[in-house]
């Protein structure tokens, strides 16, 4: 019978089947009519049985049987065993001495609890699953677009790239044919004036033929033959044919100059959701509050160095920061010993332009003058990457593992960033949309976001350049003065680094303090902390900032975060 066209048929009594339920026995889970009860309880008398209205079912306890005593209920609990006991365990002595519970209380303070995670599985954790569940379609959905946004960015590059193709390949095509008929037009002057010279020899060899046929001895006398003239055959025209040179259109190199996608990255933050709660306290299962700026700066400490001038710092841990400077040994300090721990010397013995600290804890430096990039491991110096036409200067470590290095050509006319994974090149990024160049000459930074932007401090242009993970421009951020600077004088930006709040941070040389600003370029304050010439920057995991003072040679370390 179709339950959704028929009435429901109402609860009938287990024994007999006939009769409307009317009872129910807790012990056995039976549902009995009245008429029935006498038969029920007397079918197992081995049990107590306990026989309610059908309305109150299920409100007796269900005892536990005693694993020990088959036909025991347990209605104690010893607390030390954690296990339910029965009279006739009781009376076994097993149990003596133990602490012991009436299992009632054991099961109301088990339903509390059982009631409690039930209410924090209903109203807690299963929205906050649902509001999961309900984020990541929406972040599928998003990345649906901002992948039909990247492909739709490549279709139109390679779009721009045929017609560009095409205007070059017309304009090659003109220039042949001007080519070409530039040398027709020489050879066929070349033929008129052969042809007539030729027509002149006609008539010369007319005239004589008219003078023999004569037979005229006076006029045969008189007849000037040109023949001299015309033994001096005409000269031949060489000419130099055009050669076309095809450049390089083999995959790597197409690629290289087409353009790259950086490589993705998927990662888990524990921290990215927080449970749902009704309730207010702080207790409730928050989620930690993002940290502020904090009123007054503060410095913690300041290690001094010894280096003619200080110029970069690195991040190896919380406790240990390497250091660079106009001196051809790189040196890690121990932050709490204020001591040197390593020192390590450049390959080519000449100083390093800049240092990082790769995801493993390897120390990278540049070699501006050496053209290379290299990766210290086990205090065991490993030549990484060596240019060619390029100098490096700036160089980081990305969340991926790849490097990201600031390339300048030798005539200094060109700056670009280039993404490498080991030693080879999987991104240029050199221009914007409009064909211009994204940075000049002057500069000398290098950092990722954690959100991936790349933000480059400009020092010639006076400016933060920070463009997308694929390498198109988001802003630049220029100190315009709204803010006055403590010294008031042009921005002149050097080291540059970013922390867990994904604000970005860079050293204004000229001014004596680090400007703060956030992800968008929207200019948040100044840390000043009497800082001197301060140079390089780098943030360790509990957001300190630490700060290579040029000069006096110090590594201050500063709070600026809650």
Known sequence: MDPRTSAQDVMRCDLCETTVVQMYC????????????????????????????????????????????????????????????????????????????????????????????????????????????????????????????????????????????????QKLKAE?????????????????????????????????????????????????????????????????????????????????????????????????????????????????????LIDEPETVTAIDTWYRSLYNVACLSDEEIWTSGYDITMKLYSINQRSVLKSITTKSGKWPTDIAVTKSGDLVYTDYNDRTVNIVKNEKIEEVIRLQNWRPRGVCSTSSGDLLVIIYSNDKKQTKVVRYSGSTEKQTIEFDDKGNPLYSPGTRYITENWNLDICVSDNKAKAVVVVNQAGKLRFRYMYTGETPAPKNKPFNPRGITTDSQSHILTADYKNDCVHIIDQDGLFLRYIQCGLSDPWGLCVDTNDNLFVALRYINKITKIKYLQ
């Open 26 to 169: 807790d012990t056995c889970l039976v549902t009995l009519c009245k008429a029935c009860v006498g038969e029920h309880m007397i079918s197992d008398e081995s049990k107590k049985h306990e026989v309610v209205s059908f309305k109150l079912r299920k409100s007796t306890p269900l005892y536990p049987g005693c694993k020990s005593h088959v036909k025991e209920r347990c209605e104690m609990y010893c607390n030390q065993c954690d296990i339910p006991v029965c009279v006739n365990c009781l009376e076994s002595n097993q149990h003596l001495g133990h602490g012991l519970s009436k299992i009632l209380r054991v099961l109301n303070e088990k339903k509390d609890t059982v009631s409690k995670e039930k209410i924090e599985l209903n109203e807690t954790i299963y929205p906050t699953y649902q509001d999961i569940a309900s984020d990541v379609q929406n972040r599928m959905s998003q990345l649906e677009k901002e992948y039909g946004d990247l492909s739709t960015a490549i279709t139109k590059h390679g779009e721009d790239w045929h017609r560009e193709i095409d205007k070059l390949v």
């Open 176 to 292: 042949v044919d001007e080519m070409k008929n530039t040398h027709l037009q020489t050879l066929q002057k070349h033929l008129d004036e052969i042809n007539k010279t030729m027509a002149d020899i006609k008539d010369e060899i007319n005239s004589l033929e008219t003078a023999i046929d004569a037979n005229d001895i006076s006029k045969l006398f008189c007849v000037t033959s040109n023949v001299h003239v015309y033994r001096n055959l005409p000269p031949r025209i060489m000419l130099s044919l055009p050669k076309f040179s095809p450049g390089k259109s083999g995959e790597e190199e197409l690629s290289r100059l087409f353009g790259t996608v950086s490589s993705s990255s998927s990662t888990l933050d524990k921290h990215g959701k927080s449970m749902k709660t009704t309730q207010k306290s702080p207790e409730a299962g928050s989620s930690p509050p993002v940290k502020q």
